[in-house]
């Protein structure tokens, strides 16, 4: 055997030993090697080396800050939501009347104590009355709406047109920022810029008083619930979650990732009095543009009550997914009566909230299929109303109604006309 035999003998030894070893490490052969217990080990601490990995450069890549529990919960706690969508929820959380505190949960909690909660006290709801079923203070009744996304173009030719075009108006972030994040790794200062997105919601509150319309229960001489009864002052708290955001996928083996949001701002957009001409309903904020205070959870963590909440789990330094406070006051509304007209008062704010997303808001609730919030006007009865009846057919039963009056008005005219002659 020559040398050149030799060689190519050499060459193809090694060859074929690389390819069985490159085959013996990247290949999953060598499992057959290991028992059953040694190869569960191996797969889990292969498993919790990668999600390790993946954990870090996640908490490197979005500046999140180190915690011995990573998964935050986002609320998860939460016994009642208002949907199962990614996104800001906003709940009635407390009622202050006349100086009386009424907690939701306590409420809830305790309902034979609370027999003035007449309508119950949810997220979304109450109905208050201060006293008798039918006389005194008419039911105050309070509804919040949940934020949808709120798109700038009111003009729905408009929108119709950005539609038609392909574009999706409600689908998108109003506008995007970039931001400079400094972070000191082993000695060394690494900047790195992360993507906020800023995307437009809108809610709802309303304030309506709904007085009783049958008769008086009871010998007293109070008055009735449509007789011009005032309320006392009182004031609503809404605790506004920017993300309470359930768990779609957490096996043994993966997880989803959450988008981090943060509440901006809450503006008034419009504010709707019933009736319009009212200016006796007082509230604050009272204008359009004007913005609500934002009270943090903090707050109320260092009041010395017996009734101080409980931080939601949210202990970093940053503003992401933590819940905060609002609050709306009303120094005047109630029922009015005269000898033209009587009737229930409400008021509806419109609210405009900005929100920062870190990350992709990728679960949202589309608002094709969510019902458009049109508050209804309250009860109203004028003179005209007892003097011209409907008959129970809405607008064509005042027609009727006014055909009669002209043939009385005629046959009259005749019989007057008949005795001058």
């Known amino acids: 055997m020559n040398k050149k035999t030799l060689g ?7 060859i074929l030993l690389i390819s069985g070893i490159f085959k013996g490490n990247y290949s999953d052969d060598y499992v057959e090697e290991y028992s059953y217990q040694e190869y569960e080990k191996a797969s889990r601490d292969k498993y919790l080396s990668f999600k390790e990995n993946i ?13 011995t529990e990573w998964q935050n919960d986002y609320n998860n706690f939460l016994g009642t939501t208002s949907s199962q969508f990614e996104g800001p929820q906003v709940h009635l959380e407390k009622l202050i009347y006349n100086g009386k505190e009424y907690f939701r949960d306590s409420v809830i909690k305790h309902k034979n104590k609370y027999p003035e909660f007449v309508g119950g006290f949810n997220i979304h709801e109450l109905i208050f009355d201060p006293d008798s079923k039918t006389r005194g203070k008419p039911d105050l009744n309070i509804k919040v709406t949940d934020p949808r996304a709120y798109n700038p173009i009111e003009n729905k030719n408009l929108l119709s047109i950005v539609n038609s075009l392909g574009f999706e108006s409600e689908g998108k972030p109003y506008k995007t920022y970039t931001k400079e994040v400094f972070s ?28 009783w319309q049958g008769r008086r229960d009871g010998e007293d001489d109070g008055r009735r619930e449509i007789a011009n009864q005032r309320h006392y002052p009182f004031e609503v708290d809404l605790k ?22 943060a509440v901006g701002a809450i503006y008034v957009n419009k504010i709707t009095k019933f009736p319009e001409d009212d200016d006796k309903i007082g509230v604050s904020p009272s204008e359009p543009g004007i913005q609500l205070p934002l009270v943090k959870q903090d707050y109320y963590n260092n009041l010395n009550t017996p009734e101080k909440l409980i931080e939601d789990k949210a202990g970093d330094a940053t503003v992401w997914n933590k819940p905060i406070y609002a609050k709306v006051y009303c120094s005047n509304i109630g029922t009015y009566r005269n000898l033209f007209r009587k009737g229930d008062e409400k008021i509806s704010f419109e609210l405009v909230m900005p929100l920062l997303v870190r990350g992709n808001w990728d679960i949202r609730i589309p608002n094709s299929i969510i019902p458009e919030y049109k508050p209804l006007p309250p009860y ?5 109303d007892v003097l011209i009846p409907s008959w129970g057919i809405g607008f064509f039963g005042k027609i009727a109604s006014s ?11 005749l019989v007057f006309l008949k005795k001058l002659i």
């Open 403 to 413: 055909l009669l009056y002209i043939v009385i008005l005629v046959v009259i005219g």
């Open 240 to 261: 506004i979650y920017p993300n309470v955001s359930p768990w779609y996928v957490n096996t043994g083996n993966s997880f989803d990732i959450k988008p981090d949001i």
């Open 380 to 384: 109203r009865r004028t003179l005209a």
């Open 55 to 67: 954990l870090t450069e996640l908490k490197s890549r979005l500046n999140l800050a180190e915690k």
């Open 8 to 14: 190519i003998v050499l060459i193809i030894a090694l």
């Open 184 to 211: 000191i790794i082993d000695s060394t200062i690494k900047i790195e810029r992360i993507r906020m997105d800023l995307w437009l919601t809108k809610f709802n509150i309303t304030l309506e008083t709904k007085a």
